[in-house]
């Protein structure tokens, strides 16, 4: 276990991204981004394909090595872990941090309660003796054991999946498949809950049920969530804080209603006519150099809205 | 012209017989290519070292006949594996037909025909082989008798996982008492159905178990699996002859030894996966091969070395005042060592079915299936992926080193001629057929496979008849073996038991599907 001192993370942050870079080749997809999570919150990254989403996802949990930066998180305990120094599953196992996939990545032959058991195998484990415990059939292990389901039969009611407890996993529908790959996620104890996209693929009514439960993660546990998002009835629903990302870069950061009226957000998912992209560039520069004075950034960017506002409906 | 054109369109029948007619012909013709020079036109070195051509155009005639009637059936009957069933009738009415009328040409010659036994003889075995074909296309195609199978199946399973455990551990220890009192008329007879049939088949079960945890529950496909057996049989050989050390002292060490050697190749090749792990597993086992051939001082080359024989409790197995006949005052047999072999590998692999269960059942077991399924996902949930794979190669060679050991003792020396590569490929075949994770299955392919195999030494030679004076039936075992083996993985994909038993359950225990698990690609 690597428990570091470094310089004092502010005391509601969990994770602290720190210049963070990931090239691969010549190719950069993430470039100096920092940004942080707070404890307790939901935060969404959002920005348009290929803007580097997976990419941060992938390097806070260990399956991308960034090429530069720092990525601090810090438990409940007062542990901090330096996460681009950690293999990928001490992540998990340390660090507590979850994650699930864009594509889910659920054992399908394995039934809906052994995927939740599966990624309570680490306590489970200890609790086997190293499996030799577990062979004699010890009651420290039983007890253990008998928790375990019960720990995933309360998930599996949160859910709603216990009539299919003890079908497969791959015969479950898309939208249960998704619940359940953020149930086994919940499973490890994380402190940190990362969720690439959680909501693609669902129809409305699952999106509202995905919405319910991220909520109720929120206000019944200690988790806080990090979520790779596209579809903004879920952002804008359930998030405390939202970030934006363009060409691996942060464009915005902010509370949902401010980056709703952000114009650059706007101009990176709408994109922008060439007599207003001075305008724009202009309005970039100063975000950047971070020189211009509040107000007048604000009436420059609610005039670059209007304007924005106006071509989108002719 | 144009009438014939019409017909051809207008009639379906006709067309489906004329197109499976030209498709006879064309097969006829390529088989005609094939054979013309192999089968028609042989050449032969006679005993002056001179090349001599042999003409059979009989055998050609027969062979190309029998191709296109083949190919003319199953287009005819709308192909598929029940025209292929249909293909062989015509196939194997003309090649018996043929070989009949050269046995009475050869007899009438000869002068020395005896119509009456001979016909008669032919007759069964034709008839033999025609029901055997007609129940397999009977079963095949008859909704109704597989619906029938599969209920009576569906019905007697509950009581049958019940109780079958107990069942098959009774069956088990009786088995040599049965074969003694009923079957054989002295003990010495005793030797083919507990040594050749009862003991071999068990090593093999032992071996798929182990190989199991690897393949079958862990998905890294293991191609060099003989090497722990290997490892198994030389550690006590070496052991006992230079240390003295017991088989039963051997035992448990040759299974820890076999267990370092699983994490030693097991380290290195983590990191591949699928075909390259197969291809590096299979190298290693070739490299412990060869090391044990040429290592001559160690090993004792290609004359293998000596191996002490297990002792009851220390009453050794020998003629004379300290055996373990004269122990209990009885006539010396060899046989009482074959018997006591049986019960021992009986009561290791009781030991090691109820050790898997467990596993199984335990986190360790359960993550080693998880892999199969998803590394990633098993990354992502905080599963150190390494020391899960390693567990899995460390304990799957240690039941090789195990069976290792047993067959050893059994033997009486150690040899590398039995830890070739042919035996990793049975032992690999023995739980795909089975159905990648299931004891049960593995056991029965075992039995099929092994127990087959010898059987197949048996088949009688009266198909002499038929196949010509120098057919020696056992030299077409591995023929039919693999044929058998075609169809069960036709029939069978996923082997014979495909679902798997979930390791816990919520509400009630299902078993799943074989189409939901994957096989793993290391």
């Known amino acids: 276990m690597t428990a570091y001192k470094q310089k004092p993370v502010s005391k509601d942050m969990i994770l602290k991204v720190e210049h963070l870079r990931m090239q691969f080749g010549g190719l950069v997809a993430i470039d100096d981004l920092n940004f942080d999570v707070e404890r307790g919150k939901i935060t969404a990254i959002i920005g348009p394909n290929g803007a580097g989403k997976t990419t941060v996802f992938n390097c806070i949990t260990g399956f991308y090595r960034p090429t530069g930066g720092m990525l601090t998180l810090k438990r409940a305990n007062g542990e901090m872990h330096r996460l681009e120094r950690l293999a990928n599953f001490q992540i998990t196992k340390k660090a507590k941090v979850a994650r699930t996939f864009q594509n889910i990545r659920l054992f399908n032959g394995l039934t809906v309660l052994e995927n939740l058991l599966v990624a309570q195998?680490?306590?489970?484990?200890?609790?086997?003796?190293?499996?030799?415990?577990?062979?004699?059939?010890?009651?420290?292990?039983?007890?253990?054991?008998?928790?375990?389901?019960?720990?995933?039969?309360?998930?599996?009611?949160?859910?709603?999946?216990?009539?299919?407890?003890?079908?497969?996993?791959?015969?479950?529908?898309?939208?249960?498949?998704?619940?359940?790959?953020?149930?086994?996620?919940?499973?490890?104890?994380?402190?940190?809950?990362?969720?690439?996209?959680?909501?693609?693929?669902?129809?409305?009514?699952?999106?509202?049920?995905?919405?319910?439960?991220?909520?109720?993660?929120?206000?019944?546990?200690?988790?806080?969530?990090?979520?790779?998002?596209?579809?903004?009835?879920?952002?804008?629903?359930?998030?405390?804080?939202?970030?934006?990302?363009?060409?691996?870069?942060?464009?915005?950061?902010?509370?949902?209603?401010?980056?709703?009226?952000?114009?650059?957000?706007?101009?990176?998912?709408?994109?922008?006519?060439?007599?207003?992209?001075?305008?724009?560039?202009?309005?970039?520069?100063?975000?950047?150099?971070?020189?211009?004075p509040a107000g007048e950034t604000t009436d420059k960017l609610d005039g670059t809205t209007v304007s924005i506002e106006k071509r989108s409906r002719p | 012209m144009n009438t014939r054109m019409e017909n051809f369109c207008t009639n379906p029948a006709k067309a489906r017989f004329s197109g499976a007619l030209f498709q006879g012909i064309c097969t006829a013709f390529i088989a005609f290519l094939l054979f013309v020079f192999i089968v028609g036109l042989p050449a032969d070195l006679n005993i002056h070292n001179e090349l001599q051509i042999t003409p059979q155009f009989g055998y050609l005639f027969n062979y190309v006949l029998i191709a296109g009637a083949g190919r003319f059936t199953w287009c005819y009957s709308g192909g598929g594996i029940r025209g292929a069933v249909l293909a062989f009738f015509p196939g194997i009415i003309l090649f018996i037909a043929y070989r009949a009328w050269l046995y009475y040409i050869s007899a009438a010659v000869a002068g020395n025909y005896v119509f009456s036994i001979q016909f008669g003889q032919l007759a069964i075995t034709a008839i033999m082989l025609a029901?055997?074909?007609?129940?397999?296309?009977?079963?095949?195609?008859?909704?109704?008798?597989?619906?029938?199978?599969?209920?009576?199946?569906?019905?007697?399973?509950?009581?049958?996982?019940?109780?079958?455990?107990?069942?098959?551990?009774?069956?088990?220890?009786?088995?040599?008492?049965?074969?003694?009192?009923?079957?054989?008329?002295?003990?010495?007879?005793?030797?083919?159905?507990?040594?050749?049939?009862?003991?071999?088949?068990?090593?093999?079960?032992?071996?798929?178990?182990?190989?199991?945890?690897?393949?079958?529950?862990?998905?890294?496909?293991?191609?060099?699996?003989?090497?722990?057996?290997?490892?198994?049989?030389?550690?006590?050989?070496?052991?006992?002859?230079?240390?003295?050390?017991?088989?039963?002292?051997?035992?448990?060490?040759?299974?820890?030894?076999?267990?370092?050697?699983?994490?030693?190749?097991?380290?290195?090749?983590?990191?591949?996966?699928?075909?390259?792990?197969?291809?590096?597993?299979?190298?290693?086992?070739?490299?412990?091969?060869?090391?044990?051939?040429?290592?001559?001082?160690?090993?004792?080359?290609?004359?293998?070395?000596?191996?002490?024989?297990?002792?009851?409790?220390?009453?050794?197995?020998?003629?004379?005042?300290?055996?373990?006949?004269?122990?209990?005052?009885?006539?010396?047999?060899?046989?009482?060592?074959?018997?006591?072999?049986?019960?021992?590998?009986?009561?290791?692999?009781?030991?090691?079915?109820?050790?898997?269960?467990?596993?199984?059942?335990?986190?360790?077991?359960?993550?080693?299936?998880?892999?199969?399924?998803?590394?990633?996902?098993?990354?992502?949930?905080?599963?150190?992926?390494?020391?899960?794979?390693?567990?899995?190669?460390?304990?799957?060679?240690?039941?090789?080193?195990?069976?290792?050991?047993f067959f050893a003792a059994r033997q009486g020396r150690a040899d590398y001629t039995s830890f070739v590569f042919m035996e990793s490929v049975i032992v690999l075949a023995i739980v795909v057929l089975g159905g990648m994770g299931s004891l049960s299955g593995i056991a029965i392919a075992a039995i099929v496979m092994i127990g087959g195999m010898e059987l197949l030494r048996e088949i009688p030679s009266s198909l002499q008849m038929i196949f010509g004076p120098d057919f020696r039936p056992e030299q077409y075992r591995m023929l039919w073996f693999g044929l058998a083996m075609v169809c069960v993985m036709i029939l069978k994909p996923r082997g014979f038991v495909s679902s798997r038993t979930p390791s816990a359950f919520l509400n009630r225990k299902k078993a799943v599907p074989g189409h939901f698990t994957v096989e793993g690609n290391g």
Request: with cysteine.
């Open chain 2, 131 to 405: 029901a055997l074909l007609a129940a397999a296309w009977l079963f095949l195609y008859s909704s109704r008798i597989r619906s029938a199978i599969a209920g009576n199946i569906a019905a007697i399973t509950p009581a049958m996982q019940r109780y079958a455990p107990g069942m098959i551990i009774a069956l088990l220890l009786i088995y040599p008492v049965f074969i003694v009192t009923f079957v054989v008329d002295n003990m010495a007879q005793s030797q083919k159905w507990i040594d050749n049939y009862a003991i071999q088949i068990l090593i093999y079960v032992m071996l798929a178990w182990g190989l199991n945890i690897v393949v079958g529950l862990a998905g890294l496909l293991d191609l060099g699996y003989v090497a722990f057996y290997a490892v198994g049989a030389y550690t006590v050989a070496l052991l006992g002859n230079h240390f003295g050390f017991s088989f039963w002292l051997c035992l448990p060490i040759a299974g820890i030894f076999a267990a370092l050697w699983g994490v030693m190749i097991g380290f290195p090749v983590l990191r591949l996966r699928g075909d390259y792990l197969a291809i590096v597993t299979l190298a290693f086992g070739e490299i412990v091969r060869t090391i044990l051939q040429n290592w001559t001082p160690v090993t004792g080359g290609a004359n293998g070395l000596f191996v002490k024989k297990a002792t009851f409790f220390g009453i050794p197995f020998e003629r004379g005042p300290n055996g373990f006949a004269a122990f209990f005052g009885m006539k010396f047999q060899a046989a009482h060592y074959k018997i006591f072999l049986y019960y021992i590998i009986v009561t290791l692999l009781i030991l090691m079915a109820w050790i898997i269960t467990r596993l199984r059942r335990l986190p360790i077991g359960r993550v080693w299936e998880a892999l199969r399924e998803d590394e990633i996902a098993c990354r992502s949930l905080g599963i150190n992926t390494v020391t899960a794979k390693l567990s899995a190669f460390a304990t799957g060679a240690m039941f090789g080193g195990f069976a290792g050991a």
């Open chain 1, 121 to 292: 195998h680490n306590r489970l484990m200890r609790a086997s003796g190293m499996s030799i415990f577990g062979l004699l059939g010890l009651p420290g292990y039983k007890h253990a054991a008998k928790n375990a389901i019960e720990n995933a039969g309360a998930w599996l009611e949160k859910i709603k999946l216990v009539d299919r407890a003890d079908d497969p996993a791959g015969s479950l529908p898309y939208g249960d498949q998704r619940r359940l790959e953020i149930a086994r996620a919940m499973c490890t104890d994380p402190e940190l809950l990362c969720l690439d996209e959680p909501a693609a693929g669902l129809n409305p009514r699952e999106s509202l049920a995905l919405n319910e439960l991220l909520l109720s993660i929120r206000s019944e546990t200690d988790t806080s969530i990090l979520l790779i998002e596209h579809d903004m009835s879920v952002v804008m629903e359930i998030s405390d804080h939202i970030i934006v990302l363009e060409y691996g870069s942060k464009i915005s950061d902010g509370t949902p209603d401010n980056i709703r009226n952000d114009p650059r957000v706007i101009a990176a998912y709408l994109g922008v006519e060439d007599e207003e992209m001075d305008e724009v560039e202009e309005l970039l520069d100063e975000a950047k150099g971070d020189a211009a």
